[in-house]
């Protein structure tokens, strides 16, 4: 009997490649501005985050990203931990709270 071989989905848009492979911050830019965005691998993820997009939480192990604003280059103050749905479908949102 062969191993069982689990498929995963991926997300092949240029940007969030590109991210994932470098490790680096790219430059996106939306409706609500510029920001600077790193993806998050998931055995990289130790801790619990809040998502901005959906109040949910970003749990250990998730694979996300992290978003800052381009007007602030170092960006820890405001770094905020996304699910890439949320982070992808921001625009299309109300804010919560």
Excluded: F
Aim: overall charge positive; some cysteine; aromatic content about 6%.
């Amino acid at each position: 009997m062969s191993p069982r071989q689990n498929r995963r989905c991926r997300d092949d848009s240029p940007i969030h490649a590109a991210a994932a492979l470098s490790n680096a911050a790219t430059r996106e830019t939306g409706a609500d501005g510029q920001w600077w965005v790193r993806m998050v691998a998931g055995v990289a993820a130790v801790k619990t985050y809040r998502c901005p997009g959906c109040a949910g939480e970003v749990l250990p192990g998730t694979v996300h990203l992290v978003a800052w604003s381009a007007d602030d280059p170092d960006g820890s103050a405001h770094r905020r931990h996304w699910h890439r749905s949320c982070w992808q479908q921001r625009n299309r949102r109300r804010p919560i709270g």
